[in-house]
């Protein structure tokens, strides 16, 4: 029996969509806004510069896009090992593994996620 691939599914949906929005805001006449964190508090948010880098990506300026938000492009690029490992998991019938529950896999991506605020603190972006 073949099962769905959601994850490759939402993987392709979301790299679509922003690409597709990042090609919109290009040629918007509209500035964006301003991050709120970093208005108000002065430090920027984990995911400052996440959109000019989806902006720099879409016209295929790695090195911009990897200068605003290097995790992002990082993912970006292992996206499609995401994508076809799931197509292959699907394909073959075999269920989602499941998720870990040990505290340090819970505390490694709570790192992961500070760590990433904390370089886009350190470079000021």
């Known amino acids: 029996m073949r099962r769905i691939p959601w994850l490759a599914l939402g993987i392709m949906g979301t790299?679509?969509?922003l690409f597709?929005?990042?090609?919109?805001?290009?040629?918007?006449?509209?500035?964006?806004?301003?991050?709120?964190?970093?208005?108000?508090?002065?430090?920027?948010?984990?995911?400052?510069?996440?959109?000019?880098?989806?902006?720099?990506?879409?016209?295929g300026r790695w090195a911009e896009g990897f200068h605003w938000h290097p995790v992002?492009?990082?993912?970006?690029?292992?996206?499609?090992?995401?994508i076809l490992w799931d197509l292959r998991r699907a394909?073959?019938?075999?269920?989602y593994p499941p998720l870990p529950e040990s505290l340090a896999w819970r505390l490694g991506?709570?790192?992961?996620l500070a760590g990433t605020w904390l370089l886009q603190v350190v470079r000021g972006i």
């Open 109 to 112: 991506v709570a790192g992961f």
């Open 91 to 95: 394909w073959s019938g075999r269920a």
């Open 20 to 59: 597709v929005g990042a090609r919109l805001l290009r040629n918007c006449p509209i500035p964006l806004p301003e991050c709120p964190l970093k208005a108000h508090l002065g430090i920027p948010c984990a995911t400052c510069g996440l959109t000019r880098c989806v902006m720099a990506l879409s016209q």
């Open 72 to 82: 992002a492009v990082i993912l970006g690029l292992m996206a499609p090992l995401a």
């Open 15 to 17: 790299l679509s969509a």
